[in-house]
Every structure is written in C-alpha cells, then in structure tokens.
C-alpha cells in the first residue's frame, strides 16, 4: 500500500518528448565531449593517417603491432608501472601515518589538516615549479644539502633520481587527500572499540592494526582506487615540467609518452592506440580491484 | 581484602566539570555490586576509572592488593561490558571472543579450548563463525559477555549492558547475567539508570547523585531506611510521596495541609534525630503501598481526593491530591551536569500515589480515605534533605 502510493508520487511523464527535452542538453554535452572524441579516438587507433591528416586508411590493429614491436611501449609500461605502484603505496602509508597523528591532536587539529592538504590544493604546475627550484642541480636549495650529503645529485642526467623526483612532487601532492579522507574516517571509528581493545590488553599498535585499520577498509579501498587513477593520468603536468619523460624515457609514462606521439611527433593514431592501452589497463585495474579486493573489505 | 577499594576517588575534567567528588566505595570479593543514579551522576566516570580509560585527578584506586591508580588499563586485570558492546565488526563471534586471550599470546589451542568452553557456557557455540552484525541483540550482548568471561579477570564492569535490549528481553538477560556472576564468582562493578535492575541485581547498591556518593547498603536497607530525600524518590516504583508538614510541639500530631496524623510516641522514640523538629517543618515520606483503603482500625488515616486511577491487574495505582504543600526533591529526572537546584518555595496540592488491592471501587473525583500506620512514616530535614533517624 504505502509502497504503491510512493510509487505513485514518484510518478513517470507521460509520453517522451518532454523527458527527452529534458536530458538533451546533458545528452549533447556527453556525446559532443565525452562519446565523439572517444569514438574517434577508436577509430584513429585502427587507421592510419599520411602527415597531413588528409586521407586514412583501415589498418586494423597495425598501430598496435607498431607500438609494441618497439621497446618504448614496454619500457614506458614498466616505468608507469613502478612509478603508480610506488606512489600509491607511499602516498596511502602516508597519508595514514599523518592522518592518525593529526587526529590525536587537540585544538591544532584543523591548523595541521589545511597545512597538509595544501599541497592538494595547489596547481600542479605551482607545485612541480617549486619543486623544479628546489631541486635544481647546483642551485636549489634542496640539491644543495644533497649535494652536502654525498649525492651526485643531477636529475637531468640520472634517470633513477628524475624518478625519485618526480615521485615525491607527486607524492607530496596526493598525500592531502588520502590524508583528508583517513582522517574522516578515524573519526568514523567509535572510541569504544579502541577501548575494549584496550582493555583486553591490547597496545597502542595491536589495537591499531587489529581493530581501527581493519575498520579503515573502505576508505583504504576507496584511496587505492583512486590514487592508482590518479598516478595512471594525473602525473602528466608534474613530468611535462619537471623533466619531459626525460632522461632516456625514465620517466616517460604511458600518459605523457601518448602525449608526445601525438602532439610532439605528430602521430595521432599511434597515440590513439597508447590511449586505449591505458583505459584499458586503467579499467582493468579497476574492475579487478571491485571483484577482488572489495570482497575482503568490511563495510559497517 | 576487597575486590576494588576506591579511596577518595575524584575526577574534575579540564572544564571544570566535578564528575565524580572523593568517591570510597569497596567491592567485596564475589560481591555484585551496582552503581546507580541519574544521568550525569558520575556513575559512568567511575567505571572508566575503575577500568583505566581515564586517569583520576586525585585518590587511590586498588584492585586485589595492587594500586592500579596509574596503571594502564591492561594491567588491571579488569574485563568490561560496554553499553554497546563494542564488539569488533569485522571479527567473527569466534575471534572477538578470543582476542583479549591472543593479545596474552596464548598458544592457539589453548585459546581456542576456552573459548569453545565460554561459548558452550553461553550458548554461542552455532555463531562462532558468524559476525556480530548477523547476531540478534540478545547473542550479542551474550558475545560481550563472553569476551569479558574468557579472561577470567579478577572484576567484571558492566556498563548498562542490558540497555540496548527490548524490555522482555532485558528481564531474561538480567536472571541469566546474575546466575552468571553467582557461578563465576568474579566481584562485578555495574552500572545503570534503571533503579529496578539496581534494586533487583544489586547485592549493595550504591546511589550517586552529582558526583557524589549519597548512600551504599542492600536493596532492601536502601528502600527501608533511606539515608536523604534522594535516595527516597529515587528508588521505588511508583516513587515515595513526599510532602512538608507541621511537627507539632508535643511531637504527637502532624499537621499535613488541613488534616492531623496522630504520631503514637514510639514514632518520636525510635527517631530521636526528629526530635528537635517539634514545632517545625519536617518533609515526610510515605510509600505508595503504606496507603491502604478500606482498612478499618487504621491508627492514622488521610483524606485525598482521587485524580486517576491506573489498574494495572495485580494492583491499582491512586493517584490523588492532598492540599498539603509538596516537598520537592530535585533531580529526580535527572538532568546531566546541573548543580542540584535550590528547593523550591512551598505550593499547594501536592500530587501523591496510593498502590491498593485491584478490587477496591475507587471512582476520579471522589474523596477517599487512606489508612495508614505512622510507624512507616519516613522524616527528612526539608531543607538538608537528610533523614533523621537516629
């Protein structure tokens, strides 16, 4: 009965025309920027094009062949790979660590957050700019006391330290949110678990790991989520600026390699075909990480 | 040697606020020992004490022989019921039971033998696998119960363990949580508002009012001779009557509103702390079922006019008016963190309730007259509040 009557008010419009004239507008918006250049970017992957983008040709799946045959599609795979992997895992152990310090704070506890989720807030280009002062090779400030340090610090000739570099700026931008989102969910967590915890004799660290961190789970989800998108195809201006992909492709990932096919060596079905690479391995990821991982996930 | 002796036990939080003022309460070794009052009372604070979730400003605190004043709380060797049973949700009933034993970094077999024999005690063992969120409230609470038994701690706290369970419920689990205790022997320090699971658990009860400790005795010496007009309205369904009345010089009438109670000497002799209030204002408490109807040869009566009438089966319950002025008793509902209030002046028609036979015709509006022995007469400074006995 009530169930009838909600359906009732919930109502449907009679006909089509006016719920179709409704949802055009976002119909128009998702086909024209969204829909049509993805169709597009299908069809510039299984053709071919001459250097003027005149004419085309179907080629099925040659612009595939062409970009693994080479070895810069695999090495741009293993580098994105190490680069998303590592900046996850930090970023989300980080954002952790931080996030259960700022919450045993008192009153300082706002000061601290916005302090930490600043750099979040901050234009990626500010940030690598920054950074790129900082760690200058013979200028910075942060080269400096490497320097002091023993290091032969010069990212622009070792390929191992642009990495590194570039992993901290990203790092560094990526751990306010993660840091953001544990923090709500530590407060999420009812102080009476840790103190029967407590009481039954568990440490400070025991009841963190057997009883708030497993608590945590959807969030930590949430951020692995996330923060594996985010280091697939939000690196792309921090390495433009930092350090071009360079030296040697060390740190070309596949977001930035598709980007210089496309718009530097003018190959545009090449970097089609490096875009679809990536969604699909961004969709596999994703998808593998619902099945799988979300299972073992308690939600309250 | 007792179970828990508090000693001087004070907790003033950084705001100012006095949870809990110089508290000395002892638990007896196997003794179930009940904390009551209204919320605010600092019943809740003293068992966070007891259990080291929050540290004392001032006063000793000995578990067994050991001071455990500044221990942390799994130094104690204390097990606690949380009202909400903080059961870990994403542990099965099996591993919630066995973590305070694993946290002891017991071996896995030995951890697992006693919980299966908790779980047998309790009749959990067809959930072991199960999570608490699959659990109905009443194996719930049995988890935590569990959980805290698994131990074999030298004290059990329970902190309004049975409020989260519907009333049936509730008085199944409190047989069963007592028969419990009576088997394990364990001194158990619980907590509550609900001064019927007080009255009927409690092998002392100890009522708590602003943080301070009004009165600590058995249930029956709590309902029979309570120590202040708190403790009075406090304890007791229906609660007791309470009205100011006129002790007459010669201390053998009082006046109550327009009508005289002749007090037999023996009222005066076994009460001698009454005796300076002859010709003054005392408060004095009469107990619903102290009021009888129809009862001829009554050595008092009182006349009342009848407001309503609640049959309740067994009993009925009169609520009448007498044009005696009331005598207030503050924080009778309770409200957290006020200072008790000032007494009010006096006002006239003060409300009252009668416990009779269920049989008795009693109609609204009518006058009736109330038998009563003046020997169940209770007396208290109406200002102070304490009774006056001896």
Not at chain 1, 82 to 107: D, K, N, W, Y
Not at chain 1, 221 to 247: H, I, K, R
Not at chain 2, 229 to 246: E, H, I, K, W, Y
Request: one cysteine or more.
């Amino acid at each position: 009965m009530a169930a009838r009557r909600r359906a009732a008010t919930r109502g449907t419009f009679p006909g089509w025309l006016l719920p179709l004239a409704l949802i055009l507008p976002e119909l128009v918006v998702v086909g024209l920027f969204f829909l049509y250049p993805a169709a597009r970017v299908v069809e510039d992957s299984v053709t071919a094009s001459n250097a003027f983008g005149l004419s085309s040709r179907f080629v099925g799946l040659a612009n595939f062949r062409a970009l693994f045959s080479g070895g810069d599609e695999l090495h741009s795979l293993e580098v994105t790979a190490l680069f998303v992997g590592v900046t996850t895992l930090v970023a989300m152990a980080l954002g952790l660590f931080l996030a259960v310090q700022v919450e045993q704070l008192g009153r300082s506890r706002v000061l601290f957050r916005t302090l930490f989720v600043w750099p979040y807030a901050v234009p990626a280009a500010i940030g690598g700019t920054l950074w790129l002062f900082l760690f200058e090779p013979g200028i910075g400030p942060g080269a400096r006391l490497l320097a002091d340090l023993g290091v032969r610090w010069n990212f622009a000739l070792h390929g191992p330290q642009a990495m590194v570099l570039v992993m901290a700026i990203f790092v560094w931008q990526q751990v306010g949110y993660n840091l953001l989102f544990y923090l709500a969910a530590l407060q999420g967590v009812p102080s009476e678990f840790q103190e029967a915890a407590q009481v039954d004799g568990a440490g400070k660290l025991r009841t963190f790991w057997r009883v708030v961190f497993p608590l945590l789970g959807p969030t930590t989800f949430f951020l692995l989520v996330m923060d594996l998108l985010a280091g697939l195809f939000g690196s792309f201006a921090v390495v433009d600026l930092v350090t071009q992909g360079g030296p040697a492709g060390a740190t070309s990932f596949l977001v930035y390699q598709l980007y210089r096919d496309g718009f530097v060596n003018s190959n545009a079905n090449l970097a089609a075909a490096e875009t679809i690479v990536l969604l699909v391995i961004a969709g596999v990821l994703t998808v593998f990480q619902f099945r799988f991982l979300n299972r073992r996930v308690h939600y309250r | 040697m007792p179970a828990i002796a508090m000693e001087g036990l004070t907790k003033v939080y950084p705001t100012g606020q006095r949870a809990l003022d110089a508290l000395d309460l002892e638990v007896k070794e196997g003794e179930f020992l009940v904390l009551v009052g209204p919320s605010g009372c600092g019943k809740t604070t003293a068992l966070r004490l007891v259990a080291g979730l929050e540290e004392p400003t001032g006063g000793v605190l000995r578990i067994g022989d050991r001071d455990v004043t500044h221990l942390p709380p799994k130094d104690r060797d204390v097990a606690m019921v949380f009202q909400h049973y903080a059961l870990y949700p994403h542990m099965t009933i099996e591993a919630n039971m066995a973590f305070p034993l694993r946290t002891r970094r017991l071996p896995k077999a030995a951890v697992r033998a006693k919980v299966l024999e908790v779980a047998r005690l309790l009749d959990l063992e067809p959930v072991l696998g199960r999570k608490p969120a699959q659990l109905s409230g009443g194996q719930r609470q049995r988890v935590a119960m569990g959980r805290a038994i698994v131990r074999e701690p030298a004290v059990f706290l329970m902190d309004e363990p049975l409020s989260n369970l519907d009333a049936k419920l509730r008085v199944q689990m409190r047989a069963e949580l007592l028969r419990l205790q009576r088997r394990l022997g364990t001194a158990t320090l619980y907590v509550t508002h609900d001064q019927v699971e007080a009255m009927t658990m409690g092998d002392r009860v100890a009522v708590l009012r602003g943080g301070v400790l009004q009165q600590c005795d058995t249930p029956h010496a709590l309902y029979q001779r309570p120590a202040n007009l708190f403790v009075a309205g406090f304890l007791g369904t229906p609660a007791m009557n309470l009205f100011r009345a006129q002790l007459a010089e010669d201390g053998q009438r009082l006046r109550l509103g327009s009508q005289q109670l002749p007090l037999p000497p023996e009222v005066l002799a076994t009460r001698p702390a009454l005796a300076p209030y002859r010709g003054r204002t005392v408060a004095v408490g009469i107990r619903p079922e102290h009021l009888a109807l129809g009862a001829t040869g009554a050595p008092a009566t009182l006349r009342a006019e009848v407001a309503l009438v609640e049959a309740l089966g067994a009993e009925q319950l009169v609520h009448f008016t007498l044009d005696a002025p009331a005598q207030p008793v503050e924080d009778r509902a309770g409200r957290p963190g006020e200072e008790p209030a000032p007494l009010r002046l006096e006002q006239t028609g003060a409300t009252g309730t009668a416990r009779v036979g269920p049989d008795e015709a009693v109609r609204v509006g009518s006058t009736v007259e109330f038998g009563l022995d003046p020997a169940t007469l209770q007396f208290f400074d109406p200002e102070g509040g304490q009774a006056l006995w001896a």
